[in-house]
């Protein structure tokens, strides 16, 4: 059964008992998103920790997190919070509009960089040779960190700020260093992986720095629209798992013919 509790205000669901210890990093990690998130409609409302993928969903149309109960850890929840600043980056009205765009075109000009072979590291364990574009795979937690698993920033700009904000928030020291073997690799990673440094430090404060050119607007645009928003949780289950999440997150939806009977005391015979 879940394990519902809130702690500091935000709201968790655990599948089963879990070591709450790490739970207080990730109630702050969803409060720096939200603190970037001015627009109520796009914070994330809560975190659900379950036998799932860890991602971004929406549930009863605001972004929940989910995390798999396996890899329950900071960076994992940086970059599935990451993912709702960029949805509200992407969607929302109240955002800084250069936000976006300037995102898309730092990922378009690093995918264009040099293809390199290297080691991903994927959670079912081991490594496994893949090759990416240079200026995607320094963003990569293969490359940054010894321990954390393989992501996926090379799928698309929304992908790409998810592992880079995770990288850049977590691990700094490391994000450089991978900027570094890689420039080595490819010198045309050393400009943009510059000015994304520059731009996740302009986004914590609520700036954007300097405009795109007309060209590179229109292009980060262009592809923008082509980035999909999550997923409706509800859409993803059956009406029974439907009902037991809503319990889950609400009680008070459960009348008194849904709920237990409580055992009958008898006294000895």
């Known amino acids: 059964m879940f394990d519902q509790f809130t702690l500091e205000g935000e709201f968790f669901a655990t599948l089963e008992a879990l070591d709450r210890a790490v739970l207080p990093g990730i109630v702050k990690v969803i409060e720096d998103a939200n603190a970037l998130i001015t627009d109520p409609a796009f914070k994330i409302a809560g975190c659900a920790i379950t036998n799932t993928t860890s991602r971004l969903v929406y549930y009863q149309k605001k972004p929940l997190l989910l995390l798999d109960m396996t890899h329950v850890d900071v960076e994992t929840a940086v970059h599935e919070a990451s993912h709702a600043v960029f949805l509200y980056y992407m969607k929302s009205g109240k955002a800084p509009a250069a936000a976006a765009p300037k995102i898309v075109d730092l990922y378009l000009r690093l995918a264009a960089t040099k293809d390199v072979e290297d080691e991903e ?5 081991g490594v496994r040779k893949a090759s990416h574009p240079a200026g995607l795979w320094m963003v990569d937690p293969s490359q940054w960190s010894k321990t954390f698993t393989s992501e996926h920033p090379w799928d698309d700009a929304d992908e790409f700020f998810a592992s880079a904000r995770a990288a850049w928030l977590t691990d700094r020291k490391g994000l450089r260093s991978a900027i570094d073997k890689f420039t080595r690799l490819d010198p045309a990673v050393k400009a943009p992986a510059a000015e994304l440094l520059e731009l996740l430090n302009n986004l ?9 050119s007309t060209t590179a607007e229109t292009k980060a645009r262009a592809e923008l629209a082509g980035i999909s928003e999550p997923r409706t949780l509800e859409d993803t289950l059956d009406s ?3 009902q037991l999440l809503k319990w889950t997150l609400d009680p008070s939806t459960m009348g008194p013919k849904t709920r237990p009977a409580k055992p009958a005391l008898e006294g000895p015979p």
């Open 121 to 125: 590291r994927p959670s079912s364990g």
């Open 204 to 212: 914590a404060g609520g700036k954007t720095g300097k405009a795109l």
């Open 240 to 242: 029974m798992m439907n």
